[in-house]
């Protein structure tokens, strides 16, 4: 493991590199070790492509145009290309060659004036890659997803199924014009439904919950929210789609004034969050009280008996903007470093349990397999490095047994799962990026496919094998 003061101008660069275009395919060479034959498929990711327009710098480092990478793998042979989505903002602000919207943590600049009563937010269609019921979307959780073109990454525009993410009614049209899809959908492999949510504030704050049924009609369910919660991820089980709602509160004046950001007006409270189960067959919700602590992802999810289990990653409190913003001069802060955890709900009970995995820190986790055999996979480092600028990948084992492999002077981004195989972004200082292909098995390096470009670290992306 590095020293914070060396992993600092490296996870700088991952942040602040701007993405520059592939848009013809582009074969790229193994530099080390040999694909194997059985990973074919296609492996597309997603991420902020910039962190600035026109040298205004983005007040979040998520805030950035989603930039799509793909690569594609056969026959030993690896095929690349990139390109930003092209949503309607990016367009403009790329004519304008300034930035012209507000976003998720970034306020125009210019103080409160320029930023008041204005609720047309940029989609920065940045953060995950789904492909379902034949369409390719690039999702961003505050709006509507983007389809593209898996092959050639051209973009469709917003993908509204058929007009059911256009909100309703004129108060909703002016505050959201756009219902919210999250970034973080889940399928089941039974039904073949996709299952999301968002969050919407309005006169009655709701927590949208988006069916989508294997031929693509997407229906929506709303419950009624107290408080506007936070929330990233979700969870499906056989029964229930499960939504772990945080102790947090929504500033709506100070993002409806202009004052902040929609990301700086949310802060969180020392106290119990809440589990909420929502009955997939259309029952009432149950809710039970969860211990303090923010998750912004989950690893998997499935149901024991009466008993729903979820594993993920959670932090102390919800990380405010100004800790991320100071993460560089005290990358100590005690919000930024996130463990392993287990909740176990027992729903005759009613009896949540909350269990430690593994010594270590942890994010953008991944379950490979299921039951006793299932494996969780991540970036991680040793509880030891008190530090989040997590420079390697982790594997937890059924067993709670934990492997783990540092790619440092190189900074990883979430292991993407390719059959027994990991596909990981590795950025590395004043050179190309790399996706090192890992072994689940052991995290042995199987191959490293060498990009032909710097690119700042994706966040999330999907495995689509070869059918
Ligand atoms: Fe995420």
């Known amino acids: 493991m590095l020293q914070p003061a060396e992993m600092r101008p490296i996870v700088v660069g991952a ?53 799509l990478q793909r690569l594609e793998l056969r026959d030993g042979r690896a095929r690349y290309r990139a390109r930003f989505v092209r949503t309607r903002e990016f367009e403009a602000e790329e004519a304008a060659g300034r930035l012209l919207y507000r976003g998720f943590g970034t306020n ?22 789904v492909q379902h019921a034949g369409h390719t979307l690039a999702l961003w959780e505050g709006g509507m997803p983007h389809r593209f073109d898996p092959n050639t990454l051209e973009t469709f525009g917003r993908f509204s199924y058929g007009g059911a993410l256009e909100a309703k009614g004129l108060f909703q049209r002016i505050i959201g014009p756009e219902l919210p899809f999250s970034a973080h959908p889940s399928i089941c492999p039974e039904t073949g439904e996709l299952w999301n949510f968002g969050t919407a504030y309005g006169a009655r704050h709701k927590l949208l919950i988006h069916t989508v049924s294997p031929t693509g009609t997407l ?13 990233h991820d979700m969870a499906l ?13 929504f500033d709506v004046p100070a993002t409806l004034l202009g004052i902040r950001s929609p990301v700086d007006s949310i802060d969180m409270r020392r106290a119990p969050g ?22 912004f992802h989950w690893s998997g999810a499935w149901e024991d008996g009466d008993r729903v289990v979820l594993e993920g990653i959670e932090y102390p409190g919800f990380p405010k903007l100004e800790t991320i913003g100071a993460m560089f001069d005290r990358p100590d802060a005690a919000e930024l470093l996130a463990r392993p955890v287990r909740l176990t709900i027992d729903l005759t009970a009613r009896t949540v349990e909350h269990t430690l ?6 994010e953008l986790p991944s379950q490979v397999g299921s039951g006793t055999d ?3 996979v991540g970036v991680a480092a040793p509880l030891a490095c008190r530090h989040p600028f997590l420079s390697a990948i982790a594997r937890i084992a059924g067993d709670g047994r934990v492997v783990m492999h540092d790619l440092a002077p190189g900074f990883p981004g ?12 590795l950025y590395r200082l004043d050179a190309p990026a790399q996706i090192v292909v890992m072994a689940v098995s052991d995290l042995s390096i199987v191959a490293r496919i060498q990009l032909p470009h710097p690119v700042p670290l994706p966040l999330h992306g999907t495995w689509l094998p070869e059918a």
Request: proline share 13%; no cysteine.
């Open 357 to 362: 995995l593994g010594d270590l820190w942890m």
């Open 374 to 376: 299932r494996v969780i």
């Open 274 to 295: 809440k589990a909420v189960l929502v009955p997939r067959d259309g029952g009432p919700p149950i809710e039970l009280p969860v211990p303090p602590g923010f998750v």
């Open 15 to 67: 942040f602040e590199q701007l993405a520059t275009e592939v848009p013809t395919e582009l074969d790229v060479p193994i530099v080390e070790g040999t694909l194997p034959p059985s990973l074919r498929g296609v492996l597309l990711r997603n991420g902020p492509g910039r962190s600035s327009r026109g040298g205004v710098k983005y007040g979040h480092p998520f805030d950035g145009d989603g930039f």
């Open 414 to 425: 979430e292991p993407v799962v390719a059959g027994n195989h990991l596909l990981v972004p």
């Open 237 to 249: 089980t056989r029964r229930f789609a499960v939504f772990v709602l945080p102790a947090t509160t």
């Open 108 to 129: 125009r600049p210019g103080g409160f004036l320029p930023n008041a009563l204005r609720m047309r937010f940029k989609n920065a269609a940045n953060t995950s890659v």
């Open 219 to 231: 229906t929506t369910r709303a419950l009624p929210m107290r408080e506007l919660p936070f929330v």
